[in-house]
């Protein structure tokens, strides 16, 4: 059998000609499986990515030393491999947003560029994408941390905080916005972050079953998505549950042994993993009391851990923060609480230096928890609380320690 030769083409293809031999580009729109699938993508990506250190790092202002679990010398030394932090909370909905933006670039479609130059660039910031605002950086001190921290643990002890029953579930909503990656079509990098909106989750006590609502762009669609857990996976501080929170102690010394004991070479060094991993914990949980003392006073021991004197939550609430500055890029993370009740608020996260193509000073995602509560009903909203779609008004403080 005679083959024909292969011959180059002495011109090549015009674009025109391109789009004639290729097929037509399939439709942007992610089905809700293929946006489930990405934002469990993303999770091990965060999991995985997640840093914490600070510029203004200080000794421990509560005496006591590391950890067994955690010798100073061993800190510096661990590999970092980035954490099982859920910041799910800020930012996953807008990275799901980016990735079907971007998908819909690549197929010529709205959010494209339309030119030759840079296929595929977004020449718009995503839709409901803002400037990210940039603050004055207020300068830590563990001056004033250890009387701070004993407040807010003695205002978690107090506080009376709901009980599930048998078939109940757990309510949590915030305000939420996160950091959203930009590059225009002049190749620069800019700093967005999605609109301040709501987030609300139901979860059973067991962590079987939940269902999360977070209806901004592409996030988890107007119905919101499944949390269920049908195979019963095993809860760790990672993926905790409420029942699996009241097995923990609630002594600080043995919390910060187990933290990092069980985080051992995640994230970007030890202290910075103990000190997210907490935050977590805190964030999207109704944590026991005794427990939530706890952990403020384990938190309090995690080498550079500082006391801020303002920070704002994201529905724009000030109050005092204890916070970790993130070595590796100068991202600090700061626990907001009010200064006269010392309730948990929320938590920003603030540039301290120009890194990554992020300016100081910028905001790089805050929440607030506007509602903790138990229903009796998965995607059951407490009485008088706002619709899902709706942002609350005057949004009500949590209650203490939580």
Not at 76 to 94: E, F, K, Q, T, Y
Not at 192 to 211: C, L, N, T
């Amino acid at each position: 059998m005679i083959r024909t030769p292969w011959r180059r083409r002495e011109k090549p293809l015009d674009h025109a000609e391109l789009r004639r031999l290729l097929p037509a580009p399939g439709d942007p729109e992610l089905s809700s499986d293929r946006l489930r699938g990405l934002e469990e993508h993303l999770m091990t990506e965060i999991r995985n990515r997640t840093p914490d250190t600070a510029p203004d790092i200080a000794p421990d202002p509560l005496a006591g030393p590391p950890p067994a679990g955690a010798p100073a010398g061993d800190r510096a030394s661990r590999p970092g491999r980035r954490s099982g932090r859920r910041p799910v909370l800020v930012g996953v909905a807008a990275a799901l947003a980016l990735a079907a933006a971007g998908v819909a670039a690549l197929a010529g479609g709205p959010g494209g560029s339309g030119g030759s130059e840079n296929p595929g660039r977004v020449a718009a910031p995503p839709a409901g994408a803002v400037p990210a605002p940039v603050v004055q950086v207020v300068r830590g001190s563990t001056a004033g941390l250890a009387g701070a921290v004993a407040d807010i643990s003695g205002a978690a002890a107090r506080a009376e905080l709901p009980e599930p029953g048998p078939g109940q579930f757990l309510y949590i909503r915030s305000e939420v916005s996160g950091l959203v990656s930009w590059e225009g079509s002049d190749g620069k990098n800019r700093s967005y972050v999605d609109k301040i909106h709501p987030r609300e989750v139901w979860m059973s006590p067991d962590g079987a079953k939940g269902w999360l609502l977070e209806p901004h762009g592409k996030g988890t669609g107007r119905d919101g998505i499944t949390l269920d857990d049908p195979e019963g996976g095993e809860r760790t501080l990672n993926s905790p549950s409420h029942a699996y929170l009241k097995t923990l102690p609630t002594d600080p010394s043995l919390l910060l042994e187990k933290i990092y004991d069980e985080t051992r070479g995640m994230g970007n060094g030890p202290d910075q993993q103990a000190f997210g991993t907490i935050g977590d914990l805190l964030r999207e949980q109704v944590v026991p009391p005794k427990l939530a003392a706890g952990l403020y006073r384990a938190a309090a021991r995690i080498p550079g851990v500082v006391l801020v004197d303002d920070s704002v939550d994201a529905a724009g609430r000030h109050g005092i923060a204890i916070a970790r500055t993130d070595e590796s890029d100068g991202s600090r993370t700061e626990w907001i609480f009010d200064r006269e009740t010392f309730a948990y608020l929320g938590e920003r996260t603030v540039q301290t230096r120009d890194a990554e193509g992020i300016r100081a000073g910028t905001v790089r995602g805050h929440t607030a928890v506007t509602g903790r509560a138990v229903v009796d009903a998965l995607k059951q909203r407490p009485a008088g609380s706002a619709q899902g779609g709706d942002r609350a008004g005057a949004p009500a403080a949590p209650s203490a320690g939580t």
